[in-house]
């Protein structure tokens, strides 16, 4: 029997949630192709005003939104798998909290050569910035998937096992009130 704990994210919000940081996934790919164009473009062309903009607009998605959905998962995602026996899931959410350490430490590396750009200083290295860029972006696909192929889909199941036992003793309350 699962036990109720104050860490649990309000099963009535779970489903919707799982929904939005599920479709972050899609914005998280989106952007991780516009930081490959904005390395390219700056390869091919340089420094220029397109460079800076785009920086400043990957800058923005990878600090702010992207920051915010590893915040979600593991505040809000994770409480609805963990600590339920399943040594398969804990490792999983143990492996994404540790990836997020690795994210964040990666990202100030593109980050050290997108910021002079976005502020239009142009002083940044091409080698540097490719690396790190793969790097990360090869770091954030492999992290994604594993949100979606076991963690999400665990959060989904949890979520909805606990709407229906909510749901049933709902119901059976109801039933005591009226007998």
């Known amino acids: 029997?699962?036990?109720?704990?104050?860490?649990?994210?309000?099963?009535?919000?779970?489903?919707?949630?799982?929904?939005?940081?599920?479709?972050?996934?899609?914005?998280?790919?989106?952007?991780?192709?516009?930081l490959q164009s904005l390395v390219n473009h700056m390869e091919d062309r340089g420094w220029d005003t397109w460079a800076r903009d785009h920086a400043r607009s990957v800058i923005d998605f990878f600090s702010h939104t992207?920051?915010?959905h590893h915040i979600d998962v593991d505040r809000q995602v994770c409480p609805l798998i963990t600590g339920r026996g399943d040594a398969s899931l804990e490792t999983s959410v143990d492996r994404l909290r540790q990836d997020q350490g690795w994210l964040e430490e990666?990202?100030?590396?593109?980050?050290?050569?997108?910021?002079?750009?976005?502020e239009g200083f142009g002083g940044y290295d091409i080698d540097m910035l490719r690396h790190a860029a793969d790097v990360y972006a090869a770091l954030l696909l492999e992290h994604l998937a594993l949100e979606q192929s076991a963690v999400?889909?665990?959060?989904?199941?949890?979520?909805?096992?606990?709407?229906?036992?909510?749901?049933m003793r709902r119901g059976n309350a109801q039933l005591s009130a009226t007998a």
């Open 1 to 34: 029997m699962n036990e109720s704990r104050s860490n649990d994210t309000p099963i009535a919000g779970a489903l919707p949630l799982l929904d939005r940081v599920d479709a972050t996934h899609d914005q998280m790919r989106y952007w991780l192709g516009e």
């Open 152 to 167: 999400f889909p665990a959060a989904r199941a949890s979520a909805n096992t606990q709407m229906q036992a909510m749901e």
């Open 106 to 118: 990666n990202w100030r590396e593109v980050l050290a050569q997108l910021q002079p750009v976005a």
């Open 66 to 68: 992207a920051r915010q």
